[in-house]
């Protein structure tokens, strides 16, 4: 489900006092951390703990800057192929998941005569359309017009669906939450308490899965979207159209459950650069 938000542009500061104890030395820290947000919209946390100890091996005391080495799981060292993001430490969640799937509603030529508007927040008229695609369009979050466009679930207000009209090379596949864009097999839909937005996530179950230009899928996702219907152990993921879903259903490669995924596996770091926050003079999306 397609879902619009804004990644507030924060920043914070902490301040803490840290004491680490050896077998004859006491050494104090003062750690400093601030927040940021990277190229992929992720917040960054850089922690600085400036460590005094009055004896080291020379008997001289000294202050030694090191990058967070109690909090393994922000650290702010860069991963291989991604030189601004930060390494997190795996969460394995084993059990059971269910796996749905979402995808772009596309007008189509129909003999339904009766027609109802979609709508901006503002109450300006995107467009006229069918009940059917109007109903489908308020399902899978994004849509595609008869003439082309692009439709984003906007807000629920007062029992009505809004919606934005997305710029179509940002955006060819629509808009998750945060700005992200969405990618055909590569966007989660995900319920943050469990899957933070703008990580990756491996499904082991889905490696192999064919592609469309012919290669088997390495498994790794990233989580960009959320939606009403996602709780708890539940992962959407957004393929390119209905066509595309019930063909590897078919095949029997889309099951209701996998039995596990991985967060920020080590192995799924590159995915990252699924998570695309475009910006103005950014190259086009391929669609």
């Known amino acids: 489900m397609g879902l619009l938000g ?3 542009n924060n920043r914070f500061g902490l301040t803490g006092f840290a004491l680490f104890f050896g077998c004859s030395t006491v050494v104090s820290s003062t750690v400093t951390a601030q927040n940021t947000i990277n190229s992929q919209g992720i917040v960054v946390t850089t922690n600085t703990i400036s460590q005094t100890n009055p004896t ?42 269910q796996l749905t799937e979402y995808w772009i509603a596309e007008e189509r030529p129909t003999t339904e005569r009766r027609s109802v508007s979609i709508r901006a927040r503002s109450g300006q008229v995107l467009a006229w ?9 308020s399902m899978e979050g994004t849509g595609r017009t008869w003439d082309g466009r692009i439709l984003n679930w906007d807000t629920r207000l007062r029992g009505q669906n809004y919606f934005v009209e997305v710029d179509r090379d940002s955006y060819p596949f629509g808009i998750g939450v945060a700005g992200y864009a969405l990618v055909p097999f590569r966007s989660l839909a995900v319920d943050r308490r469990y899957i ?19 290669t088997g899928h390495d498994g790794c996702f990233v989580a960009v979207d959320g939606g009403g219907a996602i709780n708890g152990h539940h992962i959407d993921l957004f393929v390119p159209s209905e066509a595309a879903y019930r063909d590897l259903s078919r095949r029997g490669y889309l099951s209701n459950y996998i039995r596990s995924v991985v967060v920020d596996s080590p192995r799924c770091s590159s995915a990252l650069r699924f998570a695309v926050v475009p910006v103005p003079g950014d190259v086009p999306l391929p669609r």
């Open 6 to 8: 804004n990644l507030p």
């Open 196 to 214: 933070p937005i703008g990580h990756t996530v491996e499904i082991p179950d889905l490696i192999g899965t064919p592609l469309p230009d012919g």
């Open 129 to 137: 359309s069918t009940t059917k695609f109007f109903d489908d369009l």
């Open 56 to 97: 080291n091996n020379q008997g001289n005391s000294q202050t030694n800057p090191t990058n967070n080495p109690t909090n393994p799981a922000i650290n702010s060292t860069p991963s291989t192929g991604q030189p601004d993001s930060p390494i997190y430490s795996p969460i394995y969640y084993p059990g059971r998941w």
